[in-house]
């Protein structure tokens, strides 16, 4: 089955410093991956996705990913984290099980402080 | 474009009352929706596949006679979380399955309705 893990629960950080969180996945074929940010209280907002093709995909608010097939991770970037960027950041796969809708499974979150 | 609304927002209900949370795609049609619960700081828990005009989809483990989900038309789905209790207190999220392109695995979110069972 297919299943994210994201080993950092909290991550803290500097207003203007760089960022990666970490996402490693485990699915036997390539995988579609995203990249989901939730702000206190709210929705999610989607802000990068993995189909195929350029292994460096570009989100919105400067945010970038890499899939990296060899180490089956898909880590979020930001070269320069800004105080707004501070909330909950989910990685998801598309989960593929007979019989039901393409389901999302999401990993545990990491939650992004940012100092000033 | 791909707005997904949710009504209310918030919601504090007696114990041993019903409560109903409408997800509502607003500028395409969705025939696949899906309802989430979120504990505090916990991820997302997938709670049910919602298809138009036809049964909802339950996860192992979640009451289908506690979360009535109804999916009438391409546009909104319901969740009515039946004699609720304090137990039941959570974040709901519903989501669509994004239009359009193939492979269409994307999912669009609402904002989320906090449930508060007193």
């Known amino acids: 089955a297919q299943s994210v893990t994201q080993p950092d629960i909290h991550i803290t950080v500097s207003e203007g410093a760089s960022l990666e969180l970490r996402c490693n996945y485990s699915?036997?074929?390539?995988?579609?991956l995203f990249w989901y940010v939730q702000s206190p209280g709210q929705g999610l907002q989607l802000l990068l996705k993995y189909f195929s093709g350029d292994t460096l995909v570009q989100g919105i608010k400067g945010f970038e990913a890499e899939f990296k097939r060899s180490q089956s991770s898909f880590n979020l970037r930001k070269p320069s984290v800004h105080w707004s960027d501070a909330a909950e950041y989910f990685c998801?796969?598309?989960?593929?099980?007979?019989?039901?809708?393409?389901?999302?499974?999401f990993g545990s979150g990491t939650q992004l402080t940012v100092l000033p | 474009g791909a707005v997904v609304s949710q009504h209310p927002s918030r919601v504090i209900c007696k114990s041993g009352t019903s409560v109903k949370i409408e997800c509502r795609s607003l500028d395409f049609q969705a025939t696949t929706m899906f309802w989430y619960r979120q504990f505090p700081k916990k991820s997302l828990m997938l709670m049910a596949t919602?298809?138009?005009?036809?049964?909802?989809?339950?996860e192992q483990g979640v009451e289908k006679d506690k979360f009535l989900i109804n999916h009438a038309s391409l546009t909104l789905s319901t969740l009515t979380v039946t004699s609720a209790h304090p137990e039941d207190s959570s974040f709901y999220i519903c989501s669509a399955r994004a239009p359009g392109v193939y492979p269409s695995y994307e999912q669009y979110f609402g904002p989320g309705t906090r449930l508060t069972v007193t």
């Open positions: 998801a796969v598309v989960a593929f099980r007979t019989g039901s809708a393409r389901q999302l499974t």
């Open positions: 699915y036997g074929a390539t995988p579609y």
């Open positions: 919602s298809n138009e005009g036809s049964k909802a989809t339950y």
